[in-house]
């Protein structure tokens, strides 16, 4: 059966109208993406749902969500999260989430462990840890960061990144319509990321609350997350376990959506 | 036309080997405090030299972490400047308000220098460049609505006799009575730089400040720049008065054009070429996509992607020349922009002592008595059909 594109549906939120992809039957899956706002049309989601009744919402600021201007830091994100999973009757669905997806899944989970089935956490950011810095992500040349989040330079993405930056050693004005979307999704991640970086100083004091079965899977060559990130919370989650993936660097989602959906999949149907 | 000496303030030395952004990561070794010492020291002469010549007033800005200003602190620079004149206006372009915590630090510091000139302070309030915001690792996405509150506190600290409280989203203030307060009442004249944002513009007409065009864009940029500013101005159901309007642009005369040019040529690339790289960073959600959008037009303009002098003169990105051709170019710039207020930036980049003094002695003599009479203050500066053409 040949993997159907997901429907782009709209709920209300305190925050604001909130786009919503879905499709598939079966169990319910939340996907959390990262701060590149993948999810249409992504290989990945469309091959879940034909296990699970996939359900991915997109942030406010990313997409066509609304109520940006509403966020200010991770606790407004976990709580809208909350918001979400009311709007869509969710009670505790499993949870899959990447890198900043990741983090927010884990700020859930935390705080509201009941409301998490089984957990999916690929290569989360949320975590500080000396020694392993995250990368940056803001104000970078697209071309520079496209090889810290593909293992895979000819990766279309990548090769997009350098048209990009091409275009700006050209002092060709890009246009504004392509621009958008990664000015909106950049400034969405600064609202909670910026300060501190891409963590939430007190999460790991808090990470043995989470019940929920849990899979870190961590890409072998992800270049913004070091491997240390995942062993943390792999040690810290009760019971969790650990994945790498060879070959696959930070956004996994869109580098090796096969591999990843087989784990996601597994984990998921093989609790309880 | 009030007629204002504005100085940035640059580190004159970075090494010839040194290709890196002058802005956040520069790396602070670079740093010599012996040239510090020797500069600021003479910057500060040549402000002073401006009231001895005739200037209205002089400008300090402030910036942070960078070889482009030294002035991390610009009122410090002003409560010197409020002690070694006497009569120029100061005006401190501007304090980037979401730096200071508590914001009442700008309201007091403001006032203090009110108070030592004598009621010849000009506030400025900025947001502060998109470089600051990695420096003090602020959130840019939360800029502007930080900028907006602390100018609330600042305003009610300065008009309401305290103690007032102050409860808003970033700061809670429970005891807002600061001393001193300013002279000037009910508050100084309060100008605001911008380089063309939407909401800035829309901000500062609705409260009737001055708006100062930042410079290193084409001139065309100014132009759009300024007719929205008065396009604001009148949704708010005003005419903009050219007091209201500022142009801040580099200025260097000679005795000839020739010689202006070759005196000047290399302080300038100096100045664009290895001071600017590094300023225009944008960070997330420092600019509002409305005002980003509208802004792509003149960002190729940018003045780091100069490279010929021809196209410095084009787009009058520095006016330099004998008095003559000054004169000339002013005035017809002027009259394209509106703008009743000149901030000539005299010395740039390696531009030395000599040369800056009897630059500005030449304009003092030479240029500022005649545009005096071109465009005497409270008159119209604008001249509508070269705005249309």
């Given at each position: 059966?040949?993997?159907?594109?997901?429907?782009?549906?709209?709920?209300?939120?305190?925050?604001?109208?909130?786009?919503?992809?879905?499709?598939?039957?079966?169990?319910?899956?939340?996907?959390?993406?990262?701060?590149?706002?993948?999810?249409?049309?992504?290989?990945?989601?469309?091959?879940?749902?034909?296990?699970?009744?996939?359900?991915?919402?997109?942030?406010?600021?990313?997409?066509?969500?609304?109520?940006?201007?509403?966020?200010?830091?991770?606790?407004?994100?976990?709580?809208?999260?909350?918001?979400?999973?009311?709007?869509?009757?969710?009670?505790?669905?499993?949870?899959?989430?990447?890198?900043?997806?990741?983090?927010?899944?884990?700020?859930?989970?935390?705080?509201?462990?009941?409301?998490?089935?089984?957990?999916?956490?690929?290569?989360?950011?949320?975590?500080?840890?000396?020694?392993?810095p995250v990368g940056e992500i803001f104000g970078r040349p697209p071309n520079e960061l496209?090889?810290d989040?593909?293992?895979?330079?000819?990766?279309?993405?990548?090769?997009?990144?350098?048209?990009m930056s091409?275009?700006a050693n050209?002092k060709?004005?890009?246009?504004?319509?392509?621009m958008?979307?990664m000015l909106?999704?950049l400034a969405?991640t600064a609202?909670?990321a910026w300060n501190?970086y891409?963590?939430?100083?007190?999460?790991?004091?808090?990470?043995?609350?989470?019940?929920?079965?849990?899979?870190?899977?961590?890409?072998?060559?992800?270049?913004?997350?070091?491997?240390?990130?995942?062993?943390?919370?792999?040690?810290?989650?009760?019971?969790?376990?650990?994945?790498?993936?060879?070959?696959?660097?930070?956004?996994?989602?869109?580098?090796?959506?096969?591999?990843?959906?087989?784990?996601?999949?597994?984990?998921?149907?093989?609790?309880? | 036309?009030?007629?204002?000496?504005f100085h940035l303030m640059p580190y004159p030395a970075l090494p010839p080997d040194y290709d890196g952004p002058a802005w956040i990561t520069c790396p602070n070794a670079l740093f010599d405090p012996?040239v510090g010492?020797?500069v600021y020291?003479?910057y500060?002469?040549?402000?002073?030299?401006?009231?001895?010549?005739?200037?209205?007033?002089?400008c300090v800005n402030e910036h942070h972490q960078n070889a482009y200003g030294l002035m991390p602190s610009p009122n410090l620079m002003?409560?010197?400047?409020?002690?070694?004149?006497?009569?120029?206006?100061?005006?401190v372009v501007g304090n980037a308000l979401p730096l200071y915590n508590?914001?009442?630090?700008?309201?007091?510091?403001?006032?203090?220098?009110?108070?030592?000139?004598?009621?010849?302070?000009?506030?400025g309030f900025v947001v502060g460049g998109g470089p600051e915001y990695y420096s003090f690792s602020m959130n840019p996405a939360q800029a502007r609505?930080r900028f907006?509150?602390?100018?609330?506190?600042?305003?009610?600290?300065?008009?309401?006799?305290?103690?007032?409280?102050?409860?808003?989203?970033?700061?809670?203030?429970?005891?807002?009575?600061?001393?001193?307060?300013?002279?000037?009442?009910?508050?100084?004249?309060?100008?605001i730089p911008g380089v063309g944002s939407?909401?800035t513009?829309?901000?500062?007409?609705?409260?009737?400040?001055?708006?100062m065009g930042i410079p290193y864009f084409h001139?065309?940029v100014?132009?759009?720049?300024?007719?929205?500013?008065?396009?604001?101005?009148?949704?708010?159901?005003?005419?903009?008065?050219?007091?209201?309007?500022?142009?801040l642009e580099p200025?260097?005369?000679?005795?000839?054009?020739?010689?202006?040019?070759?005196?000047?040529?290399e302080h300038f690339f100096y100045f664009v070429k290895r001071l600017l790289p590094g300023i225009n960073v944008s960070p997330p959600g420092y600019t509002t996509?409305?005002s980003y959008?509208?802004m792509l037009?003149g960002f190729n303009t940018f003045a780091i992607n100069l490279e010929?002098?021809?196209?410095v003169?084009?787009?009058?990105y520095a006016?330099?020349?004998?008095?003559?051709?000054?004169?000339?170019?002013?005035?017809?710039?002027?009259?394209?922009?509106?703008?009743?207020?000149?901030l000539?930036l005299?010395q740039l980049g390696t531009l030395?002592?000599?040369?800056?003094?009897?630059?500005?002695?030449?304009?003092?003599?030479?240029?500022?008595?005649?545009?005096?009479?071109?465009?005497?203050?409270?008159?119209?500066?604008?001249?509508?059909?070269?705005?249309?053409?």
């Open positions: 059966m040949s993997p159907k594109p997901l429907s782009d549906e709209r709920i209300s939120s305190a925050v604001g109208k909130i786009q919503v992809w879905r499709g598939g039957q079966g169990e319910a899956l939340v996907y959390l993406h990262s701060a590149a706002g993948e999810a249409a049309a992504t290989p990945l989601l469309e091959e879940l749902a034909d296990s699970f009744d996939v359900i991915a919402p997109m942030f406010p600021g990313f997409g066509e969500s609304e109520g940006m201007d509403e966020i200010d830091d991770i606790e407004d994100a976990a709580f809208h999260l909350l918001d979400v999973w009311d709007q869509l009757g969710l009670a505790a669905p499993a949870v899959f989430g990447t890198s900043l997806g990741g983090w927010m899944a884990a700020e859930l989970a935390t705080r509201n462990p009941e409301k998490v089935g089984s957990l999916v956490l690929v290569n989360p950011a949320g975590l500080y840890i000396e020694g392993a496209a090889r989040l593909f293992a895979d330079e000819s990766h279309p993405f990548v090769v997009a990144a350098d048209q091409e275009m050209l060709v004005e890009p246009p504004f319509e392509l958008r979307p909106q999704s969405a609202k909670v501190p891409l963590h939430n100083p007190k999460l790991v004091r808090r990470l043995h609350r989470v019940s929920a079965p849990t899979l870190v899977v961590h890409g072998a060559q992800d270049r913004l997350i070091p491997r240390a990130h995942a062993e943390t919370y792999a040690a810290r989650i009760p019971g969790a376990r650990l994945v790498d993936v060879p070959g696959a660097g930070h956004l996994m989602s869109l580098e090796k959506p096969a591999e990843l959906a087989g784990l996601v999949r597994e984990h998921v149907t093989a609790r309880g | 036309m009030r007629f204002f000496s012996e010492h020797q020291n003479r500060l002469d040549e402000l002073i030299y401006a009231e001895e010549l005739g200037f209205d007033g002089v002003a409560s010197i400047l409020a002690r070694q004149t006497s009569r120029v206006k100061i005006a508590p914001p009442t630090r700008v309201a007091e510091e403001f006032a203090m220098i009110d108070c030592i000139s004598g009621g010849r302070l000009i506030a609505e907006y509150e602390c100018h609330d506190i600042v305003l009610e600290a300065w008009t309401s006799d305290g103690p007032t409280e102050h409860i808003g989203k970033h700061y809670k203030l429970r005891y807002l009575n600061t001393w001193p307060k300013p002279v000037q009442k009910p508050h100084p004249e309060i100008w939407l909401e513009m829309e901000f500062v007409a609705r409260h009737h400040y001055a708006y001139v065309n100014f132009e759009r720049t300024f007719r929205m500013f008065r396009e604001a101005c009148e949704k708010e159901g005003y005419q903009a008065d050219p007091m209201q309007m500022g142009w200025i260097y005369v000679a005795e000839s054009d020739e010689q202006a040019r070759r005196e000047y040529e996509l409305r959008e509208s037009k010929t002098w021809d196209q003169v084009e787009g009058q006016i330099v020349g004998s008095s003559d051709t000054v004169y000339e170019r002013l005035v017809e710039n002027l009259h394209r922009l509106g703008t009743g207020n000149l000539g005299f030395p002592a000599e040369p800056t003094r009897r630059s500005l002695e030449l304009f003092a003599r030479e240029v500022m008595p005649r545009l005096r009479k071109e465009f005497p203050e409270g008159d119209k500066v604008l001249r509508e059909q070269a705005a249309v053409a």
